[in-house]
T-cell receptor, first 115, second 113 residues
Framework: GAGVSQSPSNKVTEKGKDVELRCDPI?????LYWYRQSLGQGLEFLIY????????KSGLPSDRFSAERTGGSVSTLTIQRTQQEDSAVYLC?????????????FGPGTRLTVT | DAKTTQPNSMESNEEEPVHLPCNHS???????IHWYRQLPSQGPEYVIH???SNVNNRMASLAIAEDRKSSTLILHRATLRDAAVYYC??????????????FGKGTMLLVSP
């Protein structure tokens, strides 16, 4: 079956512009996660969705970052007024449930470069 | 989250077994031990997880020490495709009904033909 997909695969943007990153989780997965991976910081958690609500936003680095999920499916991560330190690979993952017993399936990521 | 300690890198030859160690001396009774790996230019993928007993699946085996302060991921016959960064992660089953992944630096496994 289809795995987690993300678009675009690569995004180059100028500093100060807004960007939207999209994640299509595996059908039927209620839990959705966003992570980012940068050279200096490794892989870090950003936000967790259960259905359309986000009970854990603790990893969002600033108020320039926001995310939403609609219909219990597609999620969009928005970064406003991008900065060079936002350059990273943004990874989305989904799982059947959010609990510890369910593995997370990761997408291929979106590589964001802020110039 | 409890912390894990892994070697920065390990090397293996193709078709030989590989034992990847992980120390987690501050593990709590509700922590599950999860392993993920990340192949070059790909997102992480799940490998295996366990709580107290040793576990086997098609990808690997997980050996958990009796005191649970350490564990070992075993790849029975390494292939070139197994070259990846392997992450040992503790996931707490007792907090809020959900659990995210906290990645450390992992172990980079190099496999030689």
């Amino acid at each position: 079956g289809a795995g987690v997909s993300q678009s675009p695969s690569n995004k180059v943007t100028e500093k100060g512009k807004d960007v939207e990153l999209r994640c299509d989780p595996i059908s039927g997965h209620t839990a959705l996660y966003w992570y980012r991976q940068s050279l200096g910081q490794g892989l870090e958690f950003l936000i967790y969705f259960q259905g359309n609500s986000a009970p854990d936003k603790s990893g969002l680095p600033s108020d320039r970052f926001s995310a939403e999920r609609t219909g219990g499916s597609v999620s969009t991560l928005t970064i406003q007024r991008t900065q060079q330190e936002d350059s990273a690979v943004y990874l989305c993952a989904s799982s059947s449930r959010g609990t510890v017993l369910y593995e997370q399936y990761f997408g291929p990521g979106t590589r964001l470069t802020v110039t | 989250d409890a912390k894990t300690t892994q070697p920065n890198s390990m090397e293996s030859n193709e078709e030989e077994p590989v034992h990847l160690p992980c120390n987690h001396s501050t593990i709590s009774g509700t922590d599950y031990i999860h392993w993920y790996r990340q192949l070059p230019s790909q997102g992480p993928e799940y490998v295996i997880h366990g709580l107290t007993s040793n576990v086997n699946n098609r990808m690997a085996s997980l050996a958990i020490a009796e005191d649970r302060k350490s564990s070992t991921l075993i790849l029975h016959r390494a292939t070139l495709r197994d070259a990846a960064v392997y992450y040992c992660i503790l996931r707490d089953s007792g907090v809020g009904g959900y659990s995210t992944l906290t990645f450390g630096k992992g172990t980079m496994l190099l496999v030689s033909p």
